[in-house]
């Protein structure tokens, strides 16, 4: 295992290639330089040759109203004829290694081998909640109330467009900060800023960006179809304005997809056949790196004052097992060793209960909390409590 070098680059795409993909695409080095810095890159090696990667993004995400820093793990894959030897998890416990010493206290990562990620402490702890959007339902929109303008994306517009950003997100559990280089590789996806990219304004200022990608019509309903990539909104009125721009590509396109909570405006102003869920059923994992740390990093409600005597297991990053004392008390937290151990779980089951995701009573009814009094369930959940954690991008 080391960390990647610069000629590593191509065959680490052949590596991903096998992993990932039906039909083999051309290494792009200018793509390739875009992407997670060769720091944050590892690989393992067979007599010189490179037979797995892994990447670590530097991100951060939302919990309580605070940024927690996190480390996105993506593009693991192993050559075929080195699977089963266990290369990826060694590379997981060199990642989780790292991530430590960089004082990421959180690691999430969307799964494609869930016994793999929950045999090395992550565990499903958010939603990716894909749409499909009938276009001509957007046509139908109410105006909004006070004058709000859209334009196209410009370069001037990125600093704005972080502070938009951040603003919205970090009230939405879940959805991420995104690195010190959002603007050109996560806001933007890395194109072009003036490509159907689309900021809402009011009043000089920057209220809202949607962000559209056009793909193939799967059938003679129009001649594309849109894929909704952000939309950011601090209000809605900003909301409504993008959403009828949106409206305005019916009927050359019908349909769209987009990420968007349920609890998402939209679903109060169409019918029930005009927004409806769709996709893959994505869900993202987390686990916690550095126990102690994740539980201060994030918010919680200044009317919580509990006490939780847990008993905490990690067999892959071992720094966070045994007995540690929970305490919440005027919207911080403490994670510290000992007490009397009497609440039995794994670093995955608190860190998916950690983001909102899992009920504690439903995790004790299954036998993945154990030794919990019924005063435990109801102070986890207490501690824990709030909106259900989602993310509106995929990495």
């Given at each position: 295992?080391?960390?990647?070098?610069d000629?590593?680059?191509?065959?680490?795409?052949?590596?991903?290639?096998?992993?990932?993909?039906?039909?083999?695409s051309?290494?792009?080095?200018?793509?390739?330089?875009?992407?997670?810095?060769?720091?944050?890159?590892?690989?393992a090696?067979?007599?010189?040759?490179?037979?797995?990667?892994?990447?670590?993004?530097?991100?951060?995400?939302?919990f309580?109203?605070?940024?927690?820093p996190?480390?996105?793990?993506?593009?693991?894959?192993?050559d075929?004829?080195?699977?089963?030897?266990?290369?990826?998890?060694?590379?997981?416990?060199?990642?989780?290694?790292?991530?430590?010493?960089?004082?990421?206290?959180?690691?999430?990562?969307?799964?494609?081998?869930?016994?793999?990620?929950?045999?090395?402490?992550?565990?499903?702890?958010?939603?990716?909640?894909?749409?499909?959007?009938?276009?001509?339902?957007?046509?139908?929109?109410?105006?909004?109330?006070?004058p709000?303008?859209?334009r196209?994306?410009?370069?001037?517009?990125?600093?704005?467009?972080?502070?938009?950003?951040?603003?919205?997100?970090?009230?939405?559990?879940g959805?991420?900060?995104?690195?010190?280089?959002?603007?050109?590789?996560?806001?933007?996806?890395?194109?072009?800023?003036?490509?159907?990219?689309?900021?809402?304004?009011?009043?000089?200022?920057?209220?809202?960006?949607?962000?559209?990608?056009?793909?193939?019509?799967?059938d003679?309903?129009?001649?594309?179809t849109?894929?909704?990539?952000?939309?950011?909104?601090?209000?809605?009125?900003?909301e409504?304005?993008?959403?009828?721009?949106?409206?305005?590509?019916?009927?050359?396109?019908?349909?769209?997809?987009?990420?968007?909570?349920?609890?998402?405006?939209?679903?109060?102003?169409?019918?029930?056949?005009?927004?409806?869920?769709?996709?893959?059923?994505?869900?993202?994992?987390?686990?916690?790196?550095?126990?102690p740390?994740?539980i201060?990093?994030?918010?919680?409600d200044?009317?919580?004052?509990?006490?939780?005597?847990?008993a905490?297991?990690?067999?892959?990053?071992?720094?966070?097992?045994?007995?540690?004392?929970?305490?919440?008390?005027?919207g911080?937290?403490?994670?510290?060793?000992?007490?009397?151990?009497?609440?039995?779980l794994?670093?995955?089951?608190?860190a998916?209960?950690?983001?909102?995701?899992?009920?504690?009573?439903?995790?004790?009814?299954?036998?993945?909390?154990?030794?919990a009094?019924?005063?435990?369930?109801?102070?986890?959940?207490?501690?824990?409590?709030?909106?259900?954690?989602?993310?509106?991008d995929?990495?």
């Amino acid at each position: 295992m080391r960390t990647a070098l610069d000629g590593d680059r191509e065959p680490m795409h052949r590596v991903g290639q096998l992993g990932f993909a039906a039909r083999s695409s051309a290494y792009d080095e200018e793509a390739d330089r875009a992407g997670v810095p060769l720091d944050r890159r590892l690989v393992a090696t067979d007599g010189g040759e490179i037979v797995g990667r892994l990447s670590v993004w530097e991100l951060g995400q939302w919990f309580g109203g605070r940024r927690v820093p996190m480390g996105g793990v993506g593009g693991v894959a192993v050559d075929p004829a080195y699977r089963g030897r266990g290369v990826a998890s060694a590379l997981i416990r060199r990642a989780l290694g790292q991530m430590r010493e960089r004082g990421e206290v959180l690691s999430t990562l969307f799964p494609m081998n869930h016994t793999l990620y929950r045999r090395h402490g992550w565990e499903v702890a958010g939603s990716y909640p894909e749409h499909k959007l009938g276009l001509r339902a957007l046509t139908a929109l109410p105006r909004p109330a006070r004058p709000t303008s859209t334009r196209r994306v410009e370069e001037r517009d990125l600093p704005a467009l972080r502070d938009l950003h951040e603003e919205v997100s970090r009230d939405e559990p879940g959805n991420l900060w995104h690195g010190p280089d959002f603007a050109a590789r996560r806001l933007l996806g890395g194109k072009p800023v003036d490509q159907d990219a689309y900021v809402a304004e009011r009043d000089g200022g920057l209220v809202g960006l949607v962000i559209v990608e056009r793909g193939e019509a799967a059938d003679d309903r129009g001649f594309f179809t849109l894929t909704i990539r952000q939309l950011v909104a601090v209000d809605l009125d900003a909301e409504l304005t993008l959403l009828r721009l949106l409206g305005a590509f019916h009927p050359v396109a019908e349909v769209a997809e987009l990420i968007a909570p349920h609890s998402f405006a939209l679903s109060m102003l169409v019918g029930e056949r005009d927004l409806r869920p769709a996709g893959w059923g994505w869900c993202w994992m987390s686990r916690l790196v550095d126990a102690p740390g994740a539980i201060a990093a994030r918010g919680y409600d200044d009317s919580v004052d509990v006490e939780v005597h847990l008993a905490l297991t990690d067999d892959t990053a071992p720094w966070n097992s045994g007995a540690h004392v929970l305490r919440v008390k005027d919207g911080q937290a403490t994670l510290e060793p000992g007490g009397r151990g009497e609440v039995t779980l794994g670093v995955g089951q608190l860190a998916s209960l950690y983001t909102g995701w899992a009920n504690p009573r439903r995790l004790s009814r299954v036998g993945l909390v154990a030794g919990a009094t019924d005063a435990d369930l109801r102070a986890l959940d207490r501690a824990f409590a709030g909106r259900t954690p989602w993310m509106r991008d995929f990495f």
